[in-house]
């Protein structure tokens, strides 16, 4: 199983100096019968990595439904892009901005009278703990620890930008660990 590392000279995979040669493919911008085929061009590309978001809002419509089938199957693409030995670099979010509607972030978490997104707010972070423990714990089996494609996954995106708050940053890590991720985040 790969295990990616960092040092003071770039990354390593298996303790060989590695570079990322990445593109973006969001899974849910295209349709399930062209994913193969999407895959297969970013790899005769020279491409040895994909990386996608996950849109919280298109996966958990509501509070109470969760959706990854279809078109949202996830494990299917993370499988497609194994077999054309691609590996993945996970964005799951909770924000993923990607030009998506609200960032991907649920239209439902405004029901909350003065919910504070992406920020400690306890009911946020109880819904994003929710969200991650749904998408996340059927994706463990993908991760290069259990001998997956998932090389990393990102902790929240553009951030900086938005905020600096650490302790949120550190909560969404806590939270991504807590469901089982232990590949670099």
């Known amino acids: 199983m790969p295990v990616l590392q960092t040092d003071k000279a770039g990354f390593l995979l298996d303790g060989q100096p590695f570079r990322f ?6 899974y849910f911008r295209v349709h399930p019968d062209q994913w193969q085929d999407r895959l297969r061009k970013a790899r005769l590309m020279g491409l040895n990595t994909i990386e996608t978001y996950v849109p919280w809002n298109l996966h958990q419509p509501r509070p109470d439904r969760f ?33 998506w509607e609200g960032g991907g972030l649920p239209s439902w978490l405004l029901t909350e009278p003065d ?27 993908y991760l290069a620890s259990q001998g997956g494609p998932i090389l990393a996954v990102q902790v929240e995106n553009e951030y900086g930008a938005y905020g ?21 985040l």
């Open 67 to 99: 959706v990854m089938d279809g078109g949202l199957d996830l494990p299917r693409f993370i499988e497609l892009a194994a077999a054309e030995g691609l590996h993945v670099l996970l964005r799951p979010g909770p924000y993923i901005c990607a030009e």
């Open 164 to 184: 600096d708050d650490t302790a949120y940053l550190e909560h969404i890590a806590d939270s991504l660990r807590a469901c089982g991720i232990d590949v670099p």
């Open 21 to 26: 040669l990445s593109g973006g493919l969001h």
């Open 115 to 141: 919910i504070q997104l992406r920020t400690r707010d306890p009911r946020f972070l109880a819904a994003v703990d929710d969200f991650f423990n749904r998408l996340l714990t059927p994706l463990r089996t």
